[in-house]
Structures are given as C-alpha cells and as structure tokens.
C-alpha cells in the first residue's frame, strides 16, 4: 500500500502497521491481507452475487478485536458489500470497521456496504464506523452504510459512527431489533460542507422487556451543505427509549431533524429531544479574549462539540 493508503487506514481505524488480532483489509475491491485468531474466523462469502465476508465469533471470547477497514483508491470504483457479524453467547468483543475513499480522478469512487449483526444473549459489542474521504480530484466520494442488528437476551451494541469531512454523499440506514433486557446505544458524528449531502435513517425497536435504546446525534452543517435526520424509536414492551439530536447551522446550510417516537406499550417510555442552532457569540467572544482568532475559536466550538 503507498502512504495515501496508510493515510487513509490511519484515519478509519487508527491503523499505522499490520493490526493484531482478527482482521480483514478490503483494497480496491479485492482482499488485500486476513488473519483469523482461535476464536474469530473471517471467511469470503460464496454466495453468488454478494460480495464480502462472514464473521464468527466463539462463544465465550473476551476481550478481542476485530478490524475490516475498506479502502479505495482507485477513481470510478463502485462497489456494493456484505458482511454478517454472528457472535456467540457470552462475548465481549470490539470491531472496527470504516471505509476510506482516495479520489485523485474525475470519476465517481462508491462504496455502498451491508452489515447484519446477530449478537448472542450476555454479549457486549463495541462496533466503531468511520467514514472519511479525500484526494485532489474532481470525481465525487460517495458513501452509504447500511447496518442491522438483532440483539439477543441481555446482550449490548455500543456503536459510534462518525464522519467529519470529504464524503460528497452518504445515506446512512441503521435499524437494531432490541431483545429482552438488552441495550443499544448509538453515537453518530457528522460534519458536512461545500456541496455535501448526508441523510440518517434510524429505528431502534425496542421489542423486548426491559429493553434500553439510547440515540445520540451530533453534526455541524456548513457552507451550502444539506443534512436530513429520521431517527426513530419504537417501544413494544416495557422499556425505555431517549433519542437527542443537536446540530450547529453554519453559512447556507440547511438541516432537517424529524425525529419520531411510537409507544405500542403503556409501559413504554420513550423521549426525544432535538436542537438546531448557530454558535453562540459570546462563546467565540470568549474564546477570542485568550488570545484565539475568530477562525480558531470557531475550531475549537466545533471540535469540541463533536469530540
């Protein structure tokens, strides 16, 4: 791989050499390297027509990881994935996943991935996305995720996805089917600018008793760049829902925050809130007393408000 390759491995799964562990690193369409541990097994799905990997994890294993970064760097590369998570009973495991996209051309480079989860009862998952493009040319970046996931008795999803700059276009789909006391919790991160459009659709369904469901959603919408947000939770049994979505509005930006709570339970307690603002002035006042420029300080807001 050249260093824009690592650049890019760097910034979708903080990778600066060969991962330890279980790993799989898709390039330009193909594999490019695999290691499977006594306890993770990756292998190439054989089904005609969908390309990608199948991920099985033991019961019982502790404390492992799991990489399967995606680069591209090839311009005019399109590509559709699949790849399915079966985690056994009793897991505590961390995956790292992402896509990377290296565009020096003036066609279009797209990535479009499936990832189905089936989480066994008592597992804990910590699932990590990021999403990140760049590259000089004029050919656009585009980017959309698709991830489902079924959660068994007592199991857990804590899912962080993030994508701060140089995707032109993504619609991110994320729906998780919530088990008896189970919980899932999702982070979202975005940042769009110039001509960037980003669309979130996202359902937890809580269908199990006791089941939690938790939905944080930050951006920052910049420039003439558009962001619209579906996030949606529904609760069919005793549980309990919260989902928040702040956005800061920048230039021309325009956001859209329709979020959607469904109670088919009187036991169900559900809340959602959401929020779209500017920054404040007197924060960048604030900020610009200790010295910062105007620019800086507006950085620093944003950078903190995403961390």
Request: hydrophobic share 35%; with cysteine; net charge negative.
């Amino acid at each position: 791989m050249d260093q824009a390759e690592w650049k890019l491995l760097k910034e979708i799964a903080d990778l600066e050499k060969t991962p330890q562990g279980a790993y799989n690193i898709r390039r330009n369409g193909q594999l490019d390297s695999r290691n499977n541990t006594a306890n993770i097994e990756i292998t190439t799905k054989e089904e005609p027509g969908k390309s990608g990997i199948n991920i099985t994890v033991k019961s019982g294993t502790q404390h492992e990881s799991v990489h399967i970064p995606v680069i591209i760097s090839q311009t005019g590369l399109s590509e559709m994935v699949y790849n399915d998570f079966f985690i056994g009973d009793d897991c505590d495991v961390d995956i790292v996943a992402g896509c990377g996209i290296h565009n020096t051309g003036c066609e279009t480079s797209q990535h479009d991935g499936v990832h189905t989860f089936h989480i066994g009862k008592n597992s804990k998952v910590r699932y990590v996305e990021r999403h990140y493009g760049d590259g000089e040319g004029t050919g656009q970046r585009i980017m959309n995720p698709q991830t489902i996931v079924y959660l068994d008795e007592g199991a857990s999803i804590n899912m962080e996805s993030t994508q701060i700059r140089g995707v032109d276009s993504t619609k991110r789909e994320t729906r998780i089917v919530v088990g008896k006391g189970a919980e899932a919790i999702i982070t979202e991160k975005l940042l769009t600018h110039g001509q960037q459009t980003a669309e979130s659709d996202m359902e937890i369904i809580l269908d199990g008793e006791d089941a939690t469901g938790r939905v944080i959603s930050r951006s920052v919408a910049q420039d003439n760049s558009v962001q619209v947000f579906y996030p949606k939770m529904t609760g069919n049994t005793k549980c309990f829902g919260h989902v928040q979505c702040d956005s800061i509005i920048m230039g021309d930006a325009k956001i859209s925050s329709i979020p959607a709570i469904v109670a088919n339970h009187v036991d169900a307690q559900l809340i959602h809130e959401a929020a779209i603002g500017r920054i404040a002035g007197d924060q960048i006042l604030k900020l610009m007393t200790l010295g910062l420029t105007e620019q800086e300080a507006e950085e620093k807001i944003l950078d903190g408000f995403l961390q």
